[in-house]
């Protein structure tokens, strides 16, 4: 069972019905206390850096989710909330995040439109298991302002380029990040889901999680 | 790079695609969620869906498409018609579309556009505008589907709703709505040129040539289309093919 994090930000409803779609049973949560019940987590989100975590903190999800992706399970932030997966976010003044990831969210520079927003084409900078698949130059739905400025760059899977070359994808263990909405990013994002739900599943067989 | 989209319109009535001609002569075009399901694995970049019923007695025919076809579609879908409240978009973002579309209710009510973009980000607020032309270079907006000028020019209003935090405008010309002779170029370029927000040609597209138009010397950021997809003169393949051959970047499946 894979668990979507709700925290009052974000499509929920998509990305349940895409990993239905592709065969996953999918829990919306509404309270942490169910985090034990579930083999992996996705936490989607959409709108501003500091209001997801004030969301997050109000509904007491920080400490839990952190403790979560040191359980070892899989672990997906979409769009903001793969964002927050670091350590700062810089929009609307400076904001701490998860700080499951090293390095910074930042704003697009001037000279191009802001919000990103569309269809962008995936550079793979390392084989990892999300992407397996998933051939190079392939197509994913955007939506943001801000991308993330990482401090490791070997936890980049993937970048994209809109005048600056961002991650598109991170990684690093059981943590994993999408820029992108692969739940809206049909046919590719959902080969992605389909990719994290077996992982899931391996994971859980595995690990008795 | 980021691909120029291409966005099949869906105009629906009691739950059903209907296709007019400058806003009138309604022919049926067939089941919504089944069309959106076809031009999703088709290769369509996002889907707009546009409920032109009249009264809003029909809202939960609209509610119960949306969430039939957020089951079936996994690209980005807009609707738009009739919604004036906060709570009208929240039904419809709740029930599974990615943007809602205000046109009447952003004149009448500008201040929903920023309550919108506050309360569910300036992504998911996209405002359409019907203009139609009073002289060279000048625009006028047009509600009510077009019946009611409004005496608002077009640029300023564009101007003004991305400062409200809009977040995409779409832009028709009544002038050439179904005629099929292409998009209006200079107000598509006009809009696109006054403000820093993406913008969605529409009206008038007849051909691949016109997409391509709307794209380069329009200077859209995406084209909208019904007719010459719904009646098969087209496919979204072929549309695609056309434009990639045009030099355009636009997503492949592959």
Known sequence: MIGIVDYGRGNLRSVEKALEKVGFEATIMASPTELNLVNGLILPGVGAFADAMQALRQGGWIEPLIRFARSGRPFLGICLGMQILFEVGEEHGEHAGLGLLAGRVVKFPPGRKVPHMGWNSLQLEQPSYLLEGIPNESYFYFVHSYYAEPGEKRDVAATSDYGVVFPAVVSKDNVWGAQFHPEKSSPWGLKLLTNFGKWVNENAALSGH | ?254
């Open chain 2, 1 to 254: 790079m980021l691909s120029k989209r291409i966005i099949p319109c869906l105009d629906v009535h009691d739950g059903r695609v209907v296709k007019g001609t400058n806003f009138v002569q309604l022919r049926d075009a067939g089941d919504p969620v089944e069309l959106a399901a076809l031009y999703d694995q088709e290769g369509a970049d996002e889907l707009i869906f546009l409920d032109i019923t009249a009264s809003s007695d029909n809202r939960e025919t609209m509610v119960d498409v949306v969430r039939r076809t957020a089951e079936q579609v996994f690209i980005p879908f807009t609707i738009g018609g009739g919604l004036r409240t906060i709570e009208d978009i929240r039904r419809m973002l709740r029930a599974g579309a990615d943007k809602i579309a205000l046109n009447t209710s952003a004149v009448q009510t500008p201040r929903l556009i920023q309550e919108g973009a506050h309360a569910f980000g300036s992504q998911c607020i996209v405002v359409a505008i019907d203009a139609r032309s009073t002289a060279a270079g000048q625009w006028e907006v047009y509600i009510h589907g077009g019946r009611t000028a409004t005496g608002k020019d077009v640029l300023e209003w564009a101007a003004e709703v991305e400062a409200l935090g809009a977040g995409e405008i779409l832009l028709t010309s009544m002038d050439r709505d179904g005629t099929k002779i292409g998009y209006e170029l200079e107000l598509t370029r006009a809009v696109s040129r006054a403000v820093s927000l993406p913008v969605i040609a529409s009206g008038g597209v007849g051909t691949l040539e016109h997409l391509a138009e709307g794209l380069t010397v329009g200077e859209a950021d995406a084209v909208l289309a019904a007719s010459i997809f719904h009646y098969k003169e087209y496919s979204i393949e072929e549309a695609k093919r056309y434009l990639a051959q045009r030099g355009i970047l636009v997503r492949g499946l592959v």
